[in-house]
């Protein structure tokens, strides 16, 4: 059974879905950081290697995106909730405090889980967002691998495992971002890790 809803319907239904967090980041004409903190960020494709992130169609950083056609994508550690706020909030200095490195597809983050270089292929307009689709050209990963960041219903929280962990011949299986999902279990039991 369906029913009517409105924007803000829609938007509490969708933040019933888990998310981790980045920051994408890049510099303006005048070579000062920008960033804005987003959730749509994903895998796309393996070969060649494609993430996608939407945009806001109003966003003050995808003018900076679409000059620079480019953009570092840092995934979030759970210890940079704040940060990710800070990421958010307009007319500040969002790296005020902020430790970050240079780099050539734009800022890194200093203690996020991951650094990824990418370069813009494609976008798509959607509405009021903008659908881009870039390509990884280099990345880096946190040895202290730090727990991810994990956004659900407007608040900040962290990945903890309820189930045992992959059997490793499923856990080797490659896929997309890593995907594998148990062999020995059935669809919709616990065992399912991903789908
Ligand atoms: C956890 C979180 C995730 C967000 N994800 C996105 C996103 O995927 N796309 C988007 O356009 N805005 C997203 N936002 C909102 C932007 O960060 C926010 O609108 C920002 O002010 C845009 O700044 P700008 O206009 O300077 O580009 C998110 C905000 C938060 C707190």
Known sequence: MVAPFD???????????????????????????????????????????????????TSSTLVDLRRSGGFCANILGSGQGQLCRQFSVKEIDRFA????????????????????????????????????IAEVTGLRVNPDEPEPLVFHCGTFGSFREIVEPLAAGAASRPGVGGYSRASSAGPGTAGQAAS
């Open 7 to 57: 924007p803000t319907d829609f938007r509490r239904a969708l933040g019933h879905l888990p998310t981790g967090v980045t920051v994408i980041t890049t510099t303006d004409p005048f070579g000062r950081p920008v960033g804005m903190a987003c959730n749509s960020f994903m895998s796309v494709s393996l070969k060649p290697p494609l993430v996608m992130v939407c945009v806001g169609n």
């Open 97 to 132: 405090g902020v430790r970050w490195t240079d780099s050539a597809a734009g800022p890194e983050l200093c203690d996020a889980i991951a650094w990824m270089s990418c370069s813009i292929d494609v976008e798509h307009v959607a509405g009021d967002h903008v659908v881009i």
